[in-house]
């Protein structure tokens, strides 16, 4: 499939040059032509030959989603650690970051992203060697699925920098997003993001979780600090702008996060259950600033694992919330790109939702894709039983893989 659409894709792309370069410059295309008076009586009642309509273009994207199997739909939805596809490490392993990791393609790998065709892979630290490995081991992935991958990473620059922190790699360093942030410059932020989209492309990377669009207001927040750029919500908001347009530039598709705002907690989604007791006008005046104004300079929102009761009524977690996610991103925000979850592998989620029982709510309540569950085949599995008994209708699975494609087809994914 994937040769055959980057063939069609060319084609049309051909035509369609082809028709623009035929076309005089001071002529609108397909604007009929204004009458001019007739000489003659002859010529008044001379009916003009009618013009022939030209043939609409075919959508590469909606073709390739027409072509595709259900299976092979579901597994668009699914961002894993290539470690999940090693069937013989268990969950455990998967997770742990000190855990040895896979840093090449196996054939038994192939084997389980034929069987799971997943949408894309999260290239974590364990899975990094030197420039030349991790080169090859995108492309030999890319290679074997069916359908082109998103090939992630988490580099924000700073304390989260998998490839920029890693001795092997001779890339620029930087202190933080806070540190880069002081200036108020948003040019210093797009520089950022221009420099580390640029290094990410080099090796074969073609998404990344960056920047963090939290706004840092409580100091003792463990996970967030200097990984926010500012603790001023329009300082922050503009300077999120900044890095989006650099990443931009290099051509990365880049992600928000975390959705809506986890810069007020004081606890970990990594090990529990996170609230922010705060209510809507509150998050509208602070959290939600840095994403209300750049919902169309990125491609992608990661959803956090915090729970919001006093907008939503209740304990779910925002990436599993249809408030959150439907009413309030999608709606009141109008975002129209790709929503992510963060790791369904958090004890955030795994302490209260199976693998499949997490997955099968965040598609319900609006995301697109579900970063890492806590198991793949069951998380899968769950997916494809709720698309083929209507829990998850049709329609509903079709928005999310046509964002997704249109998505790939926009970064020039598809056709690579």
Same mark, same amino acid.
């Given at each position: 499939?994937?040769?055959?659409?980057?063939?069609?894709?060319?084609?049309?792309?051909?035509?369609?040059?082809?028709? $623009?370069?035929?076309?005089?410059?001071?002529?609108?295309?397909?604007?009929?032509?204004?009458?001019?008076?007739?000489?003659?009586?002859?010529?008044?009642?001379?009916?003009?030959?009618?013009?022939?309509?030209?043939?609409?273009?075919?959508?590469?994207?909606?073709?390739?989603?027409?072509?595709?199997?259900?299976?092979?739909?579901?597994?668009?939805?699914?961002?894993?650690?290539?470690? *999940?596809?090693?069937? *013989?490490?268990?969950?455990?392993?998967?997770?742990?970051?000190?855990?040895?990791?896979?840093?090449?393609?196996?054939?038994?790998?192939?084997?389980?992203?034929?069987?799971?065709?997943?949408?894309?892979?999260?290239?974590?630290?364990?899975?990094?060697?030197?420039?030349?490995?991790?080169?090859?081991?995108?492309?030999?992935?890319?290679?074997? *699925?069916?359908?082109?991958?998103?090939?992630?990473?988490?580099?924000?620059?700073?304390?989260?920098?998998?490839?920029?922190?890693?001795?092997?790699?001779?890339?620029?360093?930087?202190?933080?997003?806070?540190?880069?942030?002081?200036?108020?410059?948003?040019?210093?932020?797009?520089?950022?993001?221009?420099?580390?989209?640029?290094?990410?492309?080099?090796?074969?990377?073609?998404?990344?979780?960056?920047?963090?669009?939290?706004?840092?207001?409580?100091?003792?927040?463990?996970?967030?600090?200097?990984?926010?750029?500012?603790?001023?919500?329009?300082?922050?908001?503009?300077?999120?702008?900044?890095?989006?347009?650099?990443?931009?530039?290099?051509?990365?598709? $880049?992600?928000?996060?975390?959705?809506?705002?986890?810069?007020?907690?004081?606890?970990?989604?990594?090990?529990?259950?996170?609230?922010?007791?705060?209510?809507?006008?509150?998050?509208?005046? $602070?959290?939600?600033?840095?994403?209300?104004?750049?919902?169309?300079?990125?491609?992608?929102?990661?959803?956090?694992?915090?729970?919001?009761?006093?907008?939503?009524?209740?304990?779910?977690?925002?990436?599993?919330?249809?408030?959150?996610?439907?009413?309030?991103?999608?709606?009141?925000?109008?975002?129209?790109?790709?929503?992510?979850?963060?790791?369904?592998?958090?004890?955030?989620?795994?302490?209260?939702?199976?693998?499949?029982?997490?997955?099968?709510?965040?598609?319900?309540?609006?995301?697109?894709?579900?970063?890492?569950?806590?198991?793949?085949?069951?998380?899968?599995?769950?997916?494809?039983?709720?698309?083929?008994?209507?829990?998850?209708?049709?329609?509903?699975?079709?928005?999310?893989?046509?964002?997704?494609?249109?998505?790939?087809?926009?970064?020039?994914?598809?056709?690579?």
């Amino acid at each position: 499939m994937k040769k055959r659409f980057a063939a069609f894709v060319s084609t049309v792309l051909a035509a369609v040059l082809c028709a $623009c370069s035929a076309a005089p410059k001071d002529v609108l295309p397909n604007k009929a032509a204004q009458p001019t008076e007739a000489p003659t009586q002859q010529a008044q009642t001379t009916q003009a030959a009618p013009t022939e309509q030209p043939t609409p273009e075919p959508d590469p994207v909606q073709q390739l989603l027409e072509e595709m199997t259900l299976e092979q739909k579901v597994g668009q939805l699914f961002l894993v650690r290539p470690d *999940s596809l090693d069937l *013989s490490q268990t969950q455990d392993q998967i997770n742990d970051a000190k855990a040895d990791g896979v840093t090449d393609l196996t054939d038994a790998m192939r084997q389980t992203l034929a069987e799971y065709p997943v949408g894309g892979v999260v290239i974590f630290g364990k899975n990094l060697e030197s420039p030349q490995q991790i080169t090859q081991f995108l492309d030999d992935l890319q290679q074997a *699925s069916d359908t082109p991958l998103f090939t992630a990473i988490d580099e924000e620059g700073g304390l989260v920098a998998r490839l920029a922190n890693n001795a092997a790699f001779d890339l620029p360093q930087y202190e933080s997003a806070a540190a880069v942030g002081t200036s108020g410059n948003p040019e210093d932020a797009r520089a950022m993001g221009r420099t580390i989209g640029g290094y990410l492309k080099e090796y074969g990377f073609n998404l990344d979780f960056a920047p963090v669009a939290d706004v840092n207001t409580n100091p003792d927040n463990p996970v967030i600090g200097t990984r926010a750029f500012s603790s001023e919500p329009q300082t922050a908001a503009d300077l999120v702008g900044g890095a989006c347009a650099g990443f931009a530039d290099a051509g990365i598709a $880049c992600t928000l996060k975390h959705f809506p705002g986890h810069g007020d907690t004081s606890e970990d989604t990594h090990v529990g259950t996170v609230t922010l007791n705060k209510t809507l006008d509150d998050l509208r005046s $602070c959290e939600l600033v840095p994403f209300a104004q750049n919902v169309n300079n990125a491609p992608l929102i990661m959803a956090a694992h915090i729970t919001v009761p006093q907008v939503t009524g209740d304990d779910t977690p925002a990436s599993l919330s249809s408030v959150m996610l439907t009413d309030l991103l999608r709606g009141e925000l109008g975002y129209q790109g790709l929503i992510v979850t963060d790791s369904l592998a958090m004890q955030a989620i795994t302490d209260v939702y199976t693998p499949g029982q997490a997955a099968v709510k965040a598609l319900q309540a609006g995301a697109d894709l579900l970063l890492m569950p806590n198991g793949l085949a069951d998380a899968y599995t769950a997916v494809l039983e709720a698309a083929q008994d209507g829990t998850i209708p049709q329609q509903r699975l079709d928005e999310s893989v046509q964002r997704i494609l249109q998505c790939k087809y926009q970064y020039g994914i598809l056709t690579q």
